[in-house]
């Protein structure tokens, strides 16, 4: 079979093992990572254990946290990277909350099915979201990517050059924010997908993301 034509089928598969997640009350969102602590009375993260391996063969590639999304330094890493880049715009250091780093792995874990770039249903925090090809993205890597869209930001406007994106710099440097938390996930399409999630919330239209 195609690679091309086994992925719809992959996709089945998950949405065929949500549903039976459903029917037995186990949440989806700790099937689809936010819940790591496996069990016995939890057959079914070895299942999912078992179709990464078959979704990872079946695209050629591999993945350095063995299909967790998670890594031992993450936290550390998206923080530094963090606090990097609002030094260097003069703004306070952020504190890492884990309270926001459960709901940004959340929503990271619930778009693992597609990896299609999107914010959760009205987030109760900042949020920041960003989509890699391939499964060797870090937690560096989306922080530079947001941080690169300074170049987009009008300061004298307070608004971003006309068609294009430059939301995600502005949160990153939000003055007031004050933690951060933040979230990876390796989709069942070859993608990784990231979630960082801001207390208090920033990139608020029309305001100076310093003052």
Not at 35 to 44: D, L, M, R, V
Not at 80 to 106: C, E, I, M, Q
Not at 165 to 182: D, S
Not at 186 to 196: A, I, R, V
Request: aromatic share 14%; with cysteine; net charge positive.
């Amino acid at each position: 079979m195609e690679r091309g034509a086994m992925l719809p089928l992959l996709l089945v598969v998950v949405l065929v093992q949500v549903e039976a997640l459903a029917a037995v009350g186990t949440s989806s969102l700790d099937y689809l990572g936010g819940n790591t602590k496996a069990n016995s009375k939890q057959p079914f993260l070895k299942r999912e254990d078992e179709f990464f391996a078959t979704v990872a063969k079946k695209l050629g590639l591999r993945s350095f946290t063995g299909g967790r999304g998670t890594y031992k330094s993450m936290a550390k890493e998206f923080l530094d990277a963090h606090n990097r880049v609002r030094a260097k715009y003069g703004v306070p250091p952020l504190r890492w909350s884990n309270k926001l780093a459960r709901y940004a792995r959340r929503w990271s874990a619930a778009r693992r099915y597609d990896c299609v770039m999107m914010h959760s249903p009205a987030p109760p925090y900042g949020e920041n979201v960003y989509e890699g090809s391939g499964w060797d993205w870090h937690a560096v890597d989306a922080v530079s990517d947001w941080a690169s869209e300074a170049s987009f930001y009008d300061w004298r406007a307070q608004a971003c050059h006309p068609g294009q994106e430059c939301g995600h710099f502005k949160q990153l440097v939000w003055r007031t924010t004050k933690y951060v938390g933040c979230g990876r996930a390796e989709c069942y399409n070859g993608h990784s997908f990231f979630t960082c999630s801001y207390d208090p919330a920033g990139n608020y239209k029309g305001e100076e993301p310093l003052t």
